[in-house]
């Protein structure tokens, strides 16, 4: 909605205005704070003069938001931006990541999971009963979205510093590697690594650029303290042209299993 509205040149306020609701009201709409009602989906499409197909769309997504997703189960454990991040990655046909530190979470074994949620509890302040159910929240994750009938096309470029970087025991180590190169064979699953050897292209943190069907494209930005979105055409073009860039500099898929395999003689 926060979209559609800056489109249109319109601030929150001018919004509120034009339906006589609260500038409050909008913006919890907008944060997904508030769900807004039928009538109020029928009332921005016309304020923004969106087509049927479009309202359509939207009221569609309405009736999914309604139906409480596998995620809502961990809302006690996981951040409230990385809940709304999994609504969004259950609707994407495709998920393009980049990761400079880390597996990414879709391609972790159970326990370099645990390692990577326990190294940061004391920063988190989780209690073990935390870790363990971000644990879960992870594993169940992979097994509803890439094991799924129908799985979103998952695209990931990693740093070669992810291989070596030490996460728990070297059978931890072993085991993800091994875990990682399994998963780069399905269909669905394209892995690549930029080399340490090779030049850097793209100075940046980790990012996941979500694509969508029916809706526009967004970005998952995430830090120490909070996660953001990056939404706008403009804005996430300039995300997917940082991926285009690192993937065309990355080995390709075959040589970086291959580089995949030589790290994992480092942890035997």
Do not use: C
Not at 53 to 80: H, I, N, T, V
Not at 87 to 93: K, N, P, R, S
Not at 125 to 132: A, K, W
Not at 144 to 170: A, H, Y
């Amino acid at each position: 909605m926060r979209t559609l509205r800056e489109r249109r040149k319109m601030t929150g306020r001018d919004v509120a205005k034009s339906l006589r609701w609260s500038a409050s009201k909008v913006s919890r709409i907008e944060s997904s704070t508030t769900m807004p009602s039928a009538d109020d989906i029928e009332a921005l499409a016309e304020l923004f003069e969106l087509n049927d197909d479009k309202l359509g769309e939207l009221l569609s997504l309405l009736r999914d938001a309604d139906e409480q997703g596998w995620w809502e189960e961990y809302g006690d454990a996981l951040p409230q931006e990385f809940i709304t991040f999994l609504g969004l990655e259950a609707e994407a046909i495709e998920h393009r990541g980049w990761e400079p530190q880390l597996v990414p979470g879709l391609l972790q074994t159970e326990d370099y999971a645990r390692e990577v949620i326990q190294s940061t509890r004391a920063i988190a302040r989780l209690t073990q009963g935390g870790v363990r159910s971000r644990v879960e929240a992870r594993m169940d994750r992979q097994q509803r979205l890439l094991k799924s009938p129908d799985p979103p096309q998952l695209q990931m470029v990693l740093d070669e510093s992810v291989l070596i970087r030490q996460f728990g025991t070297p059978k931890v180590m072993r085991e993800q590697l091994e875990y990682l190169l399994e998963q780069s064979l399905l269909p669905h699953v394209s892995v690549q690594v930029l080399s340490l050897d090779g030049k850097h292209p793209v100075n940046t943190g980790a990012f996941v650029h979500l694509i969508f069907n029916d809706l526009d494209d967004a970005v998952y930005l995430e830090s120490l303290m909070a996660a953001r979105f990056v939404e706008g055409p403009e804005l996430v073009a300039v995300y997917e042209l940082a991926f285009e860039h690192l993937r065309a500099t990355a080995l390709s898929e075959e040589a970086s299993r291959n580089l995949i395999k030589l790290k994992l003689e480092m942890w035997r």
